[in-house]
């Protein structure tokens, strides 16, 4: 027989009660003590949900009140010393290491956090120092294991394998030449310590997780495998460990896990179907295939019969008795239930399946594997609801795939090359080291309590409007007074950057509970591409037009980006995300053509998320994305005469040059203030078009003095001509207050007017 796992289960619960815990927690509203009692409810719950439903393997140490990466770092004892020095509570300094801590006499930044892989979930990262004294610090995995199985549940802990463990770290400061991988011969005891006390405890099989087997690995790393694992079994000949991969194709790395003394290995069948054979070969007669055939990262349904034909293909190699129906990752990148959406139309609703419904359907599949007849309905059901799906007409639009299908390379290029729009541009009439912002200014308290009354109808659109216009009109006022020299009219109408365009193209659905935890407290909930898709009717014209005709400054149009609204949502998965990066690009063609007509003669297209969208590893698919996801923007933003000026943003990552290259655009502005290091500047001397260097950090209340300006801007200017150089913020200061953006801005563009004067 197979039997059934989950990787994971989300933990911020179904109406976010993990948040609030947490939050109340950190305001003093909560105590420790009811804090630990919610997550301590929400695993019961979770655990009970997937119980009941039949699942065979239920994973625990799945929870965690931050992130699990830093709870395998304070299990460790990876705990940085001036943590240590706070002298603050093992709660409080575990959350201190996640968030940072201000308070009288305590004050420690936040450990780095960066991104899981090419999720939106982001982890804390684990920072090693030369005088890292690893020891095991508690006991979260052993007590939640029997936790469960005081409720008699027996689940399978799961931990971050120390491979990974290390390859995700980064040296402290302190530490700089410390490469943490050479630390592994002093992690592995504590790993033996922490896996002896899970086989103490009953634990029949532990899921351990090297994700970093997806990436592209040195040799170093790819041998520290061999070390780890053969360590392990000698130490621990009892735990049985199913070495767990996720989120892409295992096979470069394949030698360095072939031959390991595992239980078992778990691979991911829905990101990566094409490596089956070859993975496979590497199972032994005494070793077990966790086959992951239901996604953890999407909220689409999932095809039974392909994902029984998967496994009944390893059925036939290995025997039902060594195959695990799985899901591909944890869920825990999923919203928890798609009962709590009473606003979808059903038609929808039955694409989707949730943390809940994924549970579901890893029994229906292994019913329907072991015991065909019993899952007879639950096959035909879903047989026609992926049927309904593909001839849908909320998934296809045939006037969008036949203008996709019809375009040709010259709708990608501008009109003229660079230096002919430049010229073409003069009529802008910009000084030297023209001054910007990024686009939206202040989001004050005012600005949402509209937005809500209008949402929910208790004022009217007339009211809404006037009431945009009169925040666009100061935000002008205020810009002229400052004397920037391209304003922006603010963005007080728009929520998200992304919810705004999807909520105004067709294409999308909206959730109203489908949240997905983002880092520590913060959660988003993505819009969902459901379909083709187009805009019906212009989006920001209305807002640039009215911000236009009150000023006689030039008035910069604000869209998203294509690969950003990509990204930032859940894509198709029935279409490839190149097709879904072109139709977003045509839509936005359109509206940027019509903020042309209505005279906006600078329009910015933000892509703040193009670097993250880079596939994990070099290759065939990181080659094409370096293509189609310039080309997306391209075709955006080509619409236009030579006159209209193109900007483009960046922010969240180290960009390569390259990369914004290919975009064309006649002025991009990059996230810069924080980097400290010459090379990053550098590495933009030869950008051929003009660039802003972000000049102050836009996270931070700090107002540097307008002699830090000139500093900043100096030292760019010693890499680049003055001729290119813009002057502008990091990013948008929206979660900025009045008076500080004033300040900030009035030094900023002083410096700009000082160095007009030195040229
Ligand atoms: N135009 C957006 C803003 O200013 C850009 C946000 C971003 O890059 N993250 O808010
Ligand atoms: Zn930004």
């Not at 709870?71 to 603050?88: G, M, T």
């Not at 007409?393 to 010259?410: G, H, I, M, P």
């Not at 988003?524 to 009150?550: F, H, L, M, N, T």
């Not at 590495?683 to 107002?703: K, Q, T, W």
Request: proline share 5%.
């Amino acid at each position: 027989m197979v039997t059934s796992s989950v990787l994971g289960f989300p933990r911020i619960g179904a109406k976010r009660e993990l948040k609030k815990a947490t939050e109340g927690y950190w305001n003093g509203k909560v105590t420790a003590e009811e804090l630990l009692q919610t997550g301590k409810d929400l695993r019961a719950h979770n655990w009970k949900l997937q119980k009941e439903a039949g699942v065979d393997s239920i994973a625990s140490n799945d929870f965690s009140f931050y992130d699990q990466i830093l709870d395998a770092s304070y299990l460790f004892n990876v705990i940085p010393q001036r943590y240590r020095d706070s002298k603050l509570s093992p709660l409080d300094e575990y959350f201190a290491m996640g968030r940072g801590l201000q308070r009288e006499g305590v004050d420690v930044p936040a450990l780095e956090m960066v991104k899981w892989f090419d999720s939106n979930y982001h982890y804390v990262r684990p920072t090693f120092s030369n005088t890292t004294e690893f020891k095991v610090n508690g006991s979260k995995p052993v007590d939640q294991y029997l936790e469960a199985k005081e409720l008699g549940i027996e689940t399978r802990p799961v931990i971050i394998g120390p491979v990974s463990y290390l390859v995700l770290g980064k040296a402290d400061k302190d530490s700089q030449e410390l490469k943490p991988i050479t630390l592994l011969p002093k992690l592995l005891p504590v790993y033996a310590e922490v896996l002896k006390s899970l086989v103490a405890a009953g634990a029949k099989t532990i899921q351990i997780d090297e994700p970093v087997l997806v990436l592209d690995l040195d040799e170093e790393s790819k041998a520290a495998y061999k070390t780890a694992y053969e360590y392990l079994a000698k130490e621990v000949p009892e735990a049985k460990l199913i070495l767990t991969t996720y989120f892409g194709d295992v096979r470069p790395n394949l030698d360095a896990i072939k031959d390991l003394p595992v239980a078992g290995f778990h691979f991911d069948f829905v990101r990566n179907p094409d490596q089956f054979d070859e993975v496979v070969a590497i199972i032994k007669d005494n070793q077990v295939l966790s086959a992951g055939v239901v996604s953890g990262r999407n909220i689409w349904k999932t095809d039974y019969a392909k994902a029984k034909e998967i496994i009944d293909k390893a059925v036939a190699k290995l025997g039902s008795d060594r195959v695990i129906v799985a899901t591909s990752s944890s869920l825990l990148h999923t919203p928890v239930d798609l009962e709590n959406e009473t606003k979808l139309d059903p038609k929808i609703k039955d694409f989707f399946s949730f943390a809940t419904q994924k549970v579901g359907e890893i029994v229906d599949i292994t019913t329907g594997v072991n015991k065909p007849e019993d899952a007879k309905a639950a096959f035909e059901a879903n047989a026609k609801s992926i049927e309904a799906r593909k001839v849908s007409d909320v998934t296809n639009d045939k006037a969008v795939q036949d203008r996709v299908s019809k375009l040709t390379e010259a709708d990608s290029k501008r009109k003229s090359a660079f230096a002919d729009r430049l010229e073409a541009q003069k009529g802008l009439n910009l000084p030297l080291f023209p001054t910007t912002t990024i686009g939206s200014f202040p989001q004050t308290k005012e600005i949402r309590v509209q937005r809500n009354k209008f949402t929910k109808g208790e004022i009217t659109e007339e009211e809404y409007n006037k009431f945009i216009e009169k925040e666009i009109q100061e935000v002008v006022k205020f810009q002229e007074e400052v004397g920037l020299d391209v304003l922006v009219h603010g963005e007080p109408e728009r929520n998200d950057m992304v919810q705004y365009f999807g909520e105004r193209f067709k294409g999308f659905a909206f959730t109203q509970n489908g949240w997905v935890q983002s880092y520590g407290s913060r959660y988003v909930r993505p819009p969902i591409i459901v379909g083709d898709i187009s805009r019906p009717a212009p989006v920001s014209v209305k807002e640039s037009k009215y911000a236009q005709s009150i000023t006689s400054k030039p008035m910069k149009g604000m869209l998203t980006g294509p690969v950003t609204i990509l990204r930032w949502s859940f894509p198709r998965d029935d279409v490839s995300q190149r097709t879904q990066a072109l139709q977003l690009g045509l839509a936005l063609r359109d509206e940027v053509n019509d903020l042309e007509a209505a005279n906006v003669a600078v329009i910015q297209v933000d892509e703040p998320a193009i670097r993250e969208g880079l596939p994990l590893r070099a290759g065939k698919e990181r080659d094409e994305y370096v293509k189609w996801a310039p080309e997306s923007f391209r075709i955006a933003t080509s619409g236009v005469d030579d006159k209209t000026q193109i900007h483009s943003h960046f922010c969240y990552s180290d960009l390569d040059p390259e990369h914004i290259k290919a975009l064309d655009a006649d002025v991009v502005s990059i996230e810069f203030s924080k980097k400290d290091d010459n090379g990053y500047i550098e590495n933009f001397s030869d950008y051929p078009n003009h660039i802003g260097l972000g000049l102050f950090d836009i996270h931070s209340p700090r107002v540097p003095p307008q002699s830090e300006f000139e500093k900043r801007v100096s030292d760019i200017l010693a890499v680049y001509p003055k001729e290119k150089l813009w002057i502008n913020p990091d990013c948008g200061l929206k979660t900025r207050k009045w008076e500080e953006v004033r300040a900030q801005l009035t030094n900023m563009v002083n410096a700009a007017k000082q160095f007009r004067e030195k040229f």
